[in-house]
């Protein structure tokens, strides 16, 4: 059974940090691109970064350059977002996606608030 399971958000303050976390299993997580999305209220989603299989290329959001960080560990089967200088606009679902096409796979999603 695959399954993408998201953990680390919350409530932040503005210039607070978070760092989300994807546990990955049942599918080869090595061989799967994987990327963070997010969506606000009344918005569209967004793709926040990516990082290729062995993670030597990275992406990112102009929105979000400089101030978050993607990583990965296929010891873990896990994907990483670090999240600096967080400012109210972040404020979205944060989920994460693997892709190795034509397979695609999406996780539930963990809220992130950032408000004082």
């Known amino acids: 059974q695959v399954q993408l399971v998201e953990s680390g958000g919350g409530l932040v303050q503005p210039g607070g940090s978070l760092r989300l976390s994807c546990a990955a299993s049942?599918?080869?997580?090595?061989?799967?691109?994987m990327r963070w999305y997010r969506q606000a209220p009344g918005k569209e989603r967004e793709l926040v970064a990516a990082?290729?299989?062995?993670?030597?290329?990275?992406h990112y959001a102009d929105s979000v350059k400089g101030r978050f960080t993607i990583s990965r560990d296929n010891t873990k089967n896990t994907v990483y977002l670090q999240m600096n200088s967080l400012k109210p606009e972040d404020t979205a679902v944060y989920s994460c996606?693997?892709?190795?096409?034509?397979?695609?796979?999406w996780g539930q999603g963990t809220q992130v608030t950032v408000s004082s």
């Open positions: 996606n693997a892709i190795d096409a034509p397979s695609e796979y």
């Open positions: 049942g599918f080869t997580f090595s061989t799967y691109v």
């Open positions: 990082i290729s299989r062995a993670g030597s290329t990275l």
